[in-house]
């Protein structure tokens, strides 16, 4: 297995790989790191050596702070950039696809702030745990458009269109106790002890066979079939709005004076950040 990438640190314990996303200052997700984040799934598909799989980060305040907005455009306006091979599913869908679908136990350890992207890659993986403190966050609709990664369709799968509607629309941070509240973490956990929950969580998965993991997938798999035509109806409507929505001119403007502002500063409290912006430029 490929253990060096720019954007990824990985270390392996025993049959679990612990996988830190390192893409300083902020940990965007850029279009380097979502096809490292390919290779790697790529890998794990056909590796029999790793059971679970851990994803947190080297950035003591970003999981993922959202995907990069510079590359989002570079992704709409240059022909060079991979694109998927089909119409109606995006490459932030495919990627969270796979990870979705990998026979291993994807665990994912936030401890800081995911938004945007960094939420839509979170809830594709099988278990999430948080500390109180962590940051949740969709911003998309503050700025015209909605989460196209699959996030939208995900999010009101699994925490139901009520509170999807309010997390997504209302594009507030949501801190891990309340994330843990409406089902988009499993528990939220205190800095001094989470780290610790989830080595042990990952050492009592890594003794199960494969067999009986694999087992417990395919009855997972048998329960949620009727939601696959959902999901993928869902990933066709997002990518419809993204497609409508992008090209509106004033989202484009405001997209790109936000991308000014993808530094630490900003990022931290991205809704006063983009309050802020909004309150601007309704003065002008």
């Not at 990933?235 to 991308?259: I, K, W």
Request: some cysteine; overall charge negative; charged content about 20%.
């Amino acid at each position: 297995m490929n253990m060096n990438y720019r954007t990824l640190a990985l270390r392996r314990e025993g049959r679990i790989l612990h996988v830190d996303f390192d893409n300083a200052p902020l940990n965007l997700m850029t279009i380097e790191m979502a096809g490292e984040l390919f290779d790697l799934a790529g890998q794990l598909v056909f590796d029999h050596e790793t059971s679970v799989v851990v994803l947190g980060s080297a950035n003591p305040e970003f999981f993922i702070a959202h995907f990069d907005l510079h590359d989002m455009f570079r992704a709409m306006n240059d022909p060079d950039v991979p694109q998927s091979k089909y119409d109606d599913i995006n490459v932030i869908q495919a990627l969270t696809t796979m990870w979705e679908a990998l026979p291993q136990v994807t665990i994912g350890l936030v401890d800081g702030v995911c938004r945007g992207a960094g939420l839509e890659f979170l809830l594709a993986t099988h278990m999430r745990f948080a500390t109180p403190e962590s940051r949740f966050c969709f911003p998309e609709a503050s700025g015209g458009f909605l989460p196209t990664g699959g996030g939208t369709t995900r999010l009101a799968l699994q925490i139901g269109p009520a509170r999807a509607r309010e997390v997504i629309l209302s594009s507030r941070d949501f801190d891990g106790e309340e994330a843990a509240a409406y089902g988009i973490v499993n528990r939220a956990l205190p800095a001094d002890d989470i780290c610790a929950y989830v080595d042990d969580l990952a050492q009592r998965l890594a003794a199960r066979s494969a067999g009986s993991v694999a087992a417990v997938n395919e009855v997972f798999a048998k329960v949620y079939n009727s939601a696959v035509d959902a999901q993928f109806s869902g990933f066709g409507v997002e990518n419809h709005a993204m497609r409508t929505l992008l090209a509106v001119p004033e989202v484009q403007e405001y997209l790109h004076r936000l991308a000014g502002h993808q530094d630490v500063e900003h990022e931290l409290d991205l809704p006063a950040t983009i309050a802020a912006h909004d309150g601007l430029t309704a003065a002008k």
